[in-house]
Nanobody, 125 residues
């Protein structure tokens, strides 16, 4: 059974930083692209970032480009997201997810088959 466990969320002031982690178990981590999504209250879940199997290519939502960095350590079955220059509008529950296919097909949430339970990020102004 696949499990994804996120950590690293919390409360931070605007302009601050957080680093999210997501540990995957139950499958071969290096076989799958990984993604981060977020969902704010009253809003749909939205794509934040994704990374290919080897980590050679990354993708970002326009709203986080230049501020967030996704990375992975296949030896540790872990994907990370470094979040800098945080803004109040970044407040959301953040989820990691496993892409359904070995080759990345895009940021549609339907392309991701397994999800973590989420970690809350709150940015105060």
């Amino acid at each position: 059974q696949v499990q994804l466990v996120e950590s690293g969320g919390g409360l931070v002031q605007a302009g601050g930083s957080l680093r999210l982690s997501c540990v995957v178990s139950g499958r071969t981590f290096s076989n799958s692209p990984m993604g981060w999504f977020r969902q704010a209250p009253g809003k749909l879940r939205e794509f934040v970032a994704a990374i290919t199997r080897t980590g050679s290519i990354t993708y970002y939502a326009d709203s986080v480009k230049g501020r967030f960095t996704i990375s992975r350590d296949n030896a540790k079955s872990t994907v990370y997201m470094q979040m800098n220059s945080l803004k109040p509008e970044d407040t959301a529950v953040y989820y990691c997810a496993i892409h359904r296919t070995p080759n990345y097909r895009g940021s549609d949430p339907d392309n991701f088959g397994s999800w973590g339970q989420g970690t809350q990020v709150t940015v105060s102004s």
